[in-house]
């Protein structure tokens, strides 16, 4: 009984215990709820309308697209400035397909399988011409070579053939993605149509809109521009500048987040002892060439970024510095060492020799091969005395297996390599110097190849030319130097205050950039400033950030965060300067206004202080600009098209730059303009289905629309 008496006693410590025990379960499995979904949201890059995408299938759409352009464009790859812009606009599309779908689901509009069909088979959508299945003697596109296409793919996947399955896959792709683009193309210009259609034209509207562009009206313009007026003789209070942030207030609407930043940006260059070691290279390149050292040789040992090929070239082959000096350049002669500036390099060129060549030769060929290089030498020297006899040069290439087709080689297509094996270089010089008609009997180690010249065109200059280019680069030590004085900089300014107070001091200079998006894909200009972007997205008002090294391994950057403007209205005090100016220029038309009480012509008007002339040729759709007061005035536009000839002004308009009088003293419709209702109210529909265009916008400001992209490109 003491036992059983004992643990009623620890009753509510037993009690306590198994809470915590339940409360710790619980918490955790919370905590790990809370952990996945905020490791899901770490992964998301986007979000629209609900519909959230990650970071692989961005980067899915990303590749795809990517792969569109390479093929379309015969490209191996894109440059950064290409990538961007390529996300860029996969990220449109998503969230403008998002959004379309979105909208034409709730009015219940669809693209069939069924008009697809009938599209394909009309031929005329302009996307269809940018497939690989357009007839190439019509120019149209042809629904049965895409159905042939499509039957030889499936037969294809059952092949084991890695390297054709590949290239099927490649264009299969590129199809889907097309097929694609065209039912969402096709589904917006349905969308289009329907809110184009809610815009009516009629008889009315359509001859006050032709009147508005060709009744055309010549005044007696009297201005008192706002520059007569000393901004000392007006007063602006905090009152005033409230009432017009309220009144203007959705002006100052803003949909997406921006940021203030104040930054050092410090660029490393070379300094005069690494542009001196550099310069000394130079010398002896440029000594070694005047020498007669194989250029080959000389330029290898310079370790010039443009190599020596010892290939006739036209001079696109060359960069523009080194192909403006060779048009003037004789033979042998080597220049001295000269800087360019825009790809900040030093440079020594010397034409090792020129000659007028074709830029395209039309040629044939046949490839011949053997058990042995012995076998094949004898199989190809029979091939030449053959075609030498006068035998047909199609007939034997078929009984190799080959076709012997023409086909053209031009300078593009050779000139720009960096590298050019020696039998390369022994095959585009045979081709380059054969005459039309002429037989060459190739040997190479592989086997033979018997090739035939028929056609040569387009003669051009062509230039032997070695290079030798080198980037003006910084060394470690001046980088080292460089980084160790910015770093002491940051370390000792760790507020934005500081920042501004010191960076003279230390040789560096504090710049402003206002409203800076996520959407950027770098900071003030600056490559490779990611991280840059994430902490400047993630700090809070008044922060500095620690160093960065970005650019291309040559830029330093600190950042301080002055603002943040959420979204929403922005602050009265972020705009005020903006809201200031426009109560001066209001309160100068008062004074204005006030001086030109009563007048009643424009003489009056002159005698008060107004520049008077005459203007021509006003309409209600275009606003005039007035010389004297260096303004376009819209306002004048339309109180100009409401009075009649002989008729003055009532009152002072107010414009952008001055306030005016003025009196009507000509009025006419534009030479030849006949009013044609039929054309007329067609125009009023093309201007609806402009305004319908817009209807994305206003439906991307409700779609909740969330861009994370900054997180991970």
């Known amino acids: 009984m003491a036992a059983i008496g004992k643990i009623r006693s620890w009753g509510p410590v037993l009690a306590t215990v198994i809470g915590l025990a339940l409360f710790a379960f619980i918490a955790e499995e919370m905590f790990r709820s809370c952990e996945a979904t905020s490791n899901e949201r770490r992964q998301q890059v986007g979000e629209v309308l609900g519909k959230k995408i990650s970071v ?126 065209i039912r969402q193309q096709v589904l917006a210009g349905k969308y289009q149509q329907l809110l184009a259609q809610c815009l009516l034209s009629n008889p009315v509207s359509a001859k006050m809109a032709f009147d508005a562009q060709n009744t055309e009206s010549d005044v007696m313009l009297a201005a008192l521009p706002y520059s007569s007026i000393k901004d000392t003789e007006v007063q602006v209070s905090d009152a005033d500048i409230k009432d017009k942030y309220n009144a203007q207030k959705e002006m100052f609407k803003q949909y997406v987040e921006s940021r203030d930043i104040k930054y050092v940006d410090f660029q490393v260059v070379a300094s005069k002892g690494d542009r001196d070691a550099l310069m000394k290279t130079m010398k002896e390149a440029q000594q070694q060439l005047s020498a007669g050292v194989a250029p080959a040789e000389a330029v290898r040992k310079a370790q010039s970024q443009v190599a020596y090929t010892g290939i006739f070239a036209t001079r696109n082959a060359f960069p523009s510095d080194i192909a403006a000096k060779i048009d003037s350049m004789a033979v042998g002669q080597v220049t001295s060492p000269f800087e360019t500036a825009y790809d900040n390099t030093y440079n020594v060129v010397k034409l090792v020799n020129k000659t007028m060549l074709p830029d395209s030769v039309e040629y044939r060929q046949i490839q011949v091969g053997g058990e042995t290089a012995e076998a094949a030498r004898k199989t190809a020297d ?105 770093s002491q900089f940051v370390s000792e300014n760790n507020t934005i205050e500081g920042l501004e107070k010191n960076a003279q001091k230390f040789g560096f200079r504090v710049q402003e950039r206002q409203d800076l998006y996520n959407s950027e894909h770098n900071v003030v200009g600056v490559r490779s400033t990611r991280e840059a972007m994430k902490w400047i997205f993630e700090a809070k008002a008044g922060q500095v950030s620690p160093l960065y090294e970005c650019g291309n391994n040559d830029h330093l950057l600190v950042i301080g965060l002055t603002n943040i403007h959420p979204v929403g209205y922005r602050d009265m005090e972020s705009v005020k300067e903006q809201l200031k100016q426009e109560v001066i220029r209001d309160k100068k038309f008062d004074k204005a206004a006030e001086k030109l009480a009563g007048v009643k012509d424009i003489a009056g008007a002159k005698a008060k202080g107004a520049v008077v002339d005459t203007v021509r040729q006003i309409t209600f759709s275009a606003p005039v600009f007035v010389q004297s007061a260096g303004a376009s005035e819209p306002a004048l536009s339309g109180a100009v098209s409401a009075l009649k000839q002989g008729q003055f002004s009532a009152a002072p308009v107010k414009g952008n730059g001055a306030a005016y009088l003025f009196q009507v003293i000509a009025q006419k419709q534009r030479q030849g303009a006949k009013f044609d209702e039929k054309q007329q109210s067609q125009q009023q529909r093309q201007m609806a289905m402009q305004a319908a265009s817009r209807f994305m916008n206003e439906l991307y400001l409700k779609a909740n629309v969330v861009d994370n992209r900054y997180l991970f490109f």
Request: hydrophobic share 35%; proline share 1%.
């Open 56 to 181: 692989q299938e961005f980067q899915s759409m990303v590749d795809e697209y990517q792969e569109v352009i390479k093929m379309t464009q015969g490209r191996d790859n894109l440059s950064e400035d290409e990538l961007n812009q390529v996300k860029d606009q996969v990220w449109q599309q998503f969230v403008n397909n998002t959004i379309l779908e979105a909208e034409a689901e709730k009015v219940g509009l669809t693209v069939t399988d069924q008009e697809m069909q009938n599209l394909l088979k009309a031929g005329t959508n302009p996307m269809l011409m940018q497939t690989p299945f357009v007839n190439q003697q019509t120019g149209r596109f042809e629904v049965s070579q895409l159905t042939k296409f499509l039957d030889d793919y499936k037969k294809m996947k059952s092949q084991d053939n890695a390297q054709m399955m590949e290239q099927y896959e490649r264009i299969y792709q590129y199809w889907k993605f097309m097929e694609k683009t």
């Open 382 to 486: 029979s091939i030449y005395t053959a075609l030498q006899g006068g035998a047909d040069f199609e007939a034997i290439a078929k009984k190799y297996g080959q076709t012997g087709a023409k086909q053209w080689m031009t300078s593009a297509m050779y000139e720009r390599a960096q590298t050019i094996d020696a039998d390369t270089k022994n095959y585009i010089q045979t081709l380059n110097n054969l005459e039309a008609g002429q037989l060459k009997n190739l040997e190479f180690s592989q086997g033979n190849i018997v090739m035939q010249v028929t056609a040569r065109k387009a003669f051009v200059a062509k230039y032997d030319v070695a290079v030798v280019k080198h980037t003006i680069d910084f060394s470690k030590s001046t980088y080292s130097e460089a980084y160790n004085k910015f």
